[in-house]
């Protein structure tokens, strides 16, 4: 991610806090408020075993940032070390705190801060969405009380950008907030997919808290098409249920036949070995259980072919899509 210009003046070219001499300080640690917008679990097992036993022998290394407001001291970074000194019984720990902050300004360093050490894809969709979901409020609300011009870009626009994301793709990306905890941890669970996932969005708490139920007894992926039902028996009020496809076209392998040439371009030794398997893995994995779930059936078709024939069709009605970063 992008650093937001809000807090440029706050971090190094590093990433390192940037501080004044009066502002650091050390605090019990048990004076400290867990921020409202901070959205990402803590480390378990080994590694804050780890980080546990380290404290024990040398104590907090790294300072933890603290925003103090309304009389108030909110931990903005340094959750873990926080908890493991604790745990250590050394509840003494080195803090920067800075003041006057705003809350634009609190929860993109708690964002920033996580993201940029370890990037926005090892998190969950659990943490990153509620904490993105959860910037984005705070951004909007900070520009309906500043006239500060974004260059021209929507709220929404101007956020996508701090992502690397489109505004589609960050729209749809915000639709997921909607969702319950426990679908968007069986979206991590890959027990469904997006395009379900934001279909489910559209419904409100108990009738999701319905759908969660189905999948935790009946124990599968859905496809689009299957969500698609389940919305509409929820809507005529009857219990979600879906019957056992007899399909056999749905056990599809694809049907291609390999272009000798092809060969001569793939390279030796391990590397050639690892372009074998991901090249096996997309074709014969990755793609069949991606038209699996749309309920798109495939098994008679040439595969090179009907794909490039769907990404000419794409790309001559939505060519933006194809041009996503």
């Known amino acids: 991610m992008r650093r937001p210009r809000e807090i440029q003046n706050i971090f190094g070219n590093d990433g390192a806090i940037r501080f004044e001499r009066e502002e650091y300080t050390y605090l019990d640690s048990d004076c400290l408020e867990t921020h409202p917008d901070h959205k990402f679990r803590l480390h378990t097992g080994v590694r804050m075993e780890k980080l546990i036993e380290s404290i024990e022998c040398a104590g907090v290394m790294q300072a933890i940032l603290v925003s103090e407001r309304d009389g108030k001291r909110f931990l903005l970074a340094g959750y873990n070390r926080v908890y493991a000194s604790r745990k250590a019984n050394k509840k003494m720990v080195p803090a920067i705190i800075k003041r006057d902050l705003s809350r634009i300004q609190e929860v993109q360093i708690i964002n920033f801060t996580n993201f940029f050490s370890k990037g926005t894809n090892d998190y969950s969709y659990l943490e990153r969405v509620r904490a993105m979901k959860a910037e984005y409020n705070q951004l909007v609300n900070s520009r309906k009380r500043s006239d ?32 319950c905890d426990e679908l968007l941890e069986c979206l991590d669970d890959k027990k469904i997919n997006i395009s379900v996932a934001l279909k489910f969005a559209e419904l409100d708490y108990q009738k999701q808290e ?106 001559l009605k939505y060519p933006e899509l194809l041009k996503e970063k």
């Open 148 to 179: 500060e011009s974004y260059e021209k870009q929507s709220t929404r626009e101007y956020f996508a950008s701090l992502y690397e994301m489109t505004d589609s793709t960050m729209n749809r990306f915000l639709t997921l907030d909607k969702l």
């Open 210 to 315: 319905k759908i969660y139920h189905f999948l935790l007894v009946n124990k599968r992926k859905i496809s689009i098409k299957e969500s698609l039902l389940l919305i509409e028996q929820l809507h005529n009020n009857e219990e979600p249920r879906l019957e056992v496809s007899q399909d056999e076209n749905k056990m599809t392998k694809l049907n291609y036949k390999i272009d000798e040439t092809i060969l001569e371009n793939i390279p030796s030794g391990k590397q050639r070995q690892e372009a074998i398997e991901q090249s096996l893995k997309f074709s014969q994995k990755s793609l069949p259980d991606w038209f699996k779930n749309h309920d798109i059936v495939i098994a008679e078709k040439d595969m090179y072919n009907y794909v490039l024939s769907i990404f000419e069709r794409v790309y």
